[in-house]
């Protein structure tokens, strides 16, 4: 990224305004610093050169003590507004990544590992901070306060300008060095966060399947090596920010000496006088401090720029193409796919694909796991657009709409979706259900054993539950979502793997609710693994998957 990108101006508002609020405030920055150069120079050869009394210096004096007084006060309302706008802008751009890759498809905003996108979303972009409360201001001082300063130091002394001159051209060229020695060095961290943060997600999210085989301390040597790794990323950044800004500190030092020398050979020779050597001296480090902080402060906004660099490349993928034709009436159509494929690393996953969903049927997907099963309910619902084939919406008349074509928020209307792991909101037991008549909602709860659960519960039907069902199990979680699909029933059904965290009783109750949906008329998706669950199966389809790009299966697909 560059020192100021304008992308990060265009996609997180809040960093314009703070921007020009910096440039504001380092104009006034190099306003206090000449002033206070020329006031403290003034009033110090007044003393020395002159000896003027105290009296006599002591207006030049309060009016220096009302700079500093003043410089301080701006440095502060600097730092202020800094946090108050990496705050903000980080939170904008954070809704906007997110936003982005919910309208894109997670697969398509991070084709490689979508949990990296949860750790750039929430960690990642946090480390934006330092570049905006730190870089950015001194980057603004650079451009502003340097060539003013020097500006004013050729009016009083062209030969300390010289110098000057002549050796500021090596601090951005020794940032330039360090810059090149370092590249990548930040990517690789924050690439090496995410895999961290995407192994221990998947370690969070396997943990009970872990626990239930005895292997949940399996990942702990591969999480403690990311770990290590992420460690020594850390600690070498530290280590060449900490070398940088040792070298930036001795360039400067020696430069601002060279200055110093020359001023006072001249002063003992009687060609400079003492209240311009003075002002010099006091304006040389000012020249250099805003370069050398830039070069001191880069390194703790790498790690933010890099984040930056992904959330640009995340925003910049392209929206797909949205239907606008409304879905039809699918309780008495279908919905229909054929030749669905979906290109994955390793070939096809699924292959190519044909299935109806009808009502009152139920479906089952049966295959090996990375076959594509996840992938094929995504194409269906969807989220996911298929690499190969097409998904028809089919009304009663028999017309077929393309999916593609079709409003998806209308199509989603019709259709209830109960991952393995079911999203609830927060609420009671009762809001969580959809607020229904008691008579239908103990039907329900009856037949998914949700009753013996709610009877447990210290406050039965308004026992209040966090987000995601907080406060009730997996097995119990998944009781809820299956009551709620019963009470709202949907023209399509799509449950993946609903007995992945139920016991042989749960079992049971799955395959009552399957027969109560296909009794109402609803079209079931089913994914798979149990054969009690393909044997209650109307339609049994085997998934597959292809690794080799030239087989005739995939030929098929390409063309």
């Given at each position: 990224m560059k020192p100021l990108d304008?992308?990060?101006?265009?996609?997180?508002?809040?960093?314009?305004?703070?921007?020009?609020?910096?440039?504001?405030?380092?104009?006034?920055?190099?306003?206090?610093?000449?002033?206070?150069?020329?006031?403290?120079?003034?009033?110090?050869?007044?003393?020395?050169a002159q000896g003027a009394s105290l009296a006599a210096v002591a207006p030049l004096v309060g009016w220096l003590a009302v700079v500093v007084v003043v410089r301080a006060v701006v440095a502060g309302l600097q730092e202020r507004y800094a946090h108050r706008a990496a705050t903000r802008a980080v939170a904008e751009l954070r809704e906007r990544v997110v936003a982005h890759a919910a309208a894109v498809g997670p697969r398509r905003a991070a084709p490689a590992d979508g949990a990296s996108l949860v750790t750039l979303a929430t960690r990642g972009l946090d480390a934006l901070e330092p570049y905006f409360v730190r870089y950015l201001p001194q980057l603004v001082l650079a451009a502003t306060l340097t060539p003013a300063t020097l500006l004013v130091v050729l009016g009083l002394d062209w030969v300390s300008a010289a110098i000057i001159a002549g050796t500021l051209p090596l601090v951005p060229v020794f940032m330039w060095l360090v810059g090149v020695m370092t590249q990548g060095r930040s990517e690789r961290g924050l690439a090496t966060m995410q895999r961290l943060g995407a192994q221990v997600l998947d370690l969070l999210?396997?943990?009970?399947?872990?626990?239930?085989?005895?292997?949940?301390?399996?990942?702990?040597?591969?999480?403690?090596?990311?770990?290590?790794?992420?460690?020594?990323?850390?600690?070498?950044?530290?280590?060449?920010?900490?070398?940088?800004?040792?070298?930036?500190?001795?360039?400067?030092?020696?430069?601002?000496?060279?200055?110093?020398?020359?001023?006072?050979?001249?002063?003992?020779?009687?060609?400079?006088?003492?209240?311009?050597?003075?002002?010099?001296?006091?304006?040389?480090?000012?020249?250099f401090n805003p370069l050398r902080q830039v070069g001191a402060q880069f390194h703790a906004s790498t790690d933010g720029?890099?984040?930056?660099?992904?959330?640009?490349?995340?925003?910049?993928?392209?929206?797909?193409?949205?239907?606008?034709?409304?879905?039809?009436?699918?309780?008495?159509?279908?919905?229909?796919?054929?030749?669905?494929?979906?290109?994955?690393?390793?070939?096809?996953?699924?292959?190519?694909?044909?299935?109806?969903?009808?009502?009152?049927?139920?479906?089952?997907?049966?295959?090996?796991?990375?076959a594509g099963k996840s992938s094929a309910v995504e194409v269906l619902l969807g989220l996911l657009p298929p690499d190969a084939g097409t998904v028809s919406l089919v009304d009663a008349d028999g017309t077929a709409t393309p999916l593609a074509d079709v409003d998806l928020h209308d199509y989603w209307r019709q259709v209830t979706w109960l991952p393995q792991r079911p999203l609830l909101e927060p609420g009671t037991v009762h809001e969580v259900l959809g607020s229904p008549a008691p008579a239908d909602r103990a039907r329900a709860a009856a037949l998914t054993g949700l009753d013996d659960v709610v009877a447990t519960l210290p406050d039965g039907w308004d026992t209040l539950l966090g987000g995601g069902g907080s406060g009730l199990s997996v097995g119990q979680r998944q009781r809820l979502a299956l009551t709620r699909a019963l009470l709202h029933p949907r023209p399509v059904v799509v449950l993946?793997?609903?007995?992945?965290?139920?016991?042989?009783?749960?079992?049971?109750?799955?395959?009552?609710?399957?027969?109560?949906?296909?009794?109402?008329?609803?079209?079931?998706?089913?994914?798979?693994?149990?054969?009690?669950?393909?044997?209650?199966?109307?339609?049994?389809?085997?998934?597959?998957?292809t690794a080799d790009a030239a087989d005739p299966v995939a030929r098929q697909v390409t063309t």
């Open positions: 304008p992308r990060l101006l265009r996609y997180a508002r809040a960093a314009r305004g703070y921007l020009a609020l910096t440039v504001v405030l380092g104009v006034l920055t190099g306003a206090l610093v000449v002033a206070q150069a020329l006031l403290l120079a003034h009033a110090l050869g007044s003393a020395v999210a396997g943990l009970a399947t872990l626990r239930a085989f005895g292997r949940e301390r399996g990942p702990v040597a591969r999480v403690r090596d990311l770990g290590t790794a992420h460690r020594r990323a850390t600690m070498g950044t530290l280590r060449i920010a900490f070398l940088s800004g040792m070298v930036l500190e001795l360039l400067t030092t020696l430069s601002v000496a060279l200055v110093a020398v020359g001023i006072g050979l001249r002063l003992v020779y009687g060609h400079l006088d003492l209240v311009t050597g003075l002002a010099v001296l006091v304006l040389a480090p000012e020249v720029v890099a984040a930056a660099q992904r959330a640009f490349a995340v925003l910049e993928v392209p929206v797909p193409a949205l239907g606008t034709r409304p879905a039809p009436d699918l309780a008495g159509g279908a919905v229909r796919a054929r030749g669905v494929a979906v290109r994955s690393r390793a070939g096809w996953a699924p292959a190519p694909l044909d299935l109806d969903l009808l009502p009152g049927r139920v479906v089952a997907l049966v295959g090996p796991s990375g993946d793997e609903p007995t992945a965290h139920l016991d042989a009783a749960g079992e049971q109750v799955v395959l009552a609710t399957l027969d109560a949906l296909r009794a109402s008329g609803s079209a079931v998706l089913l994914v798979a693994h149990r054969a009690t669950l393909t044997a209650s199966a109307d339609v049994v389809v085997a998934v597959t998957s």
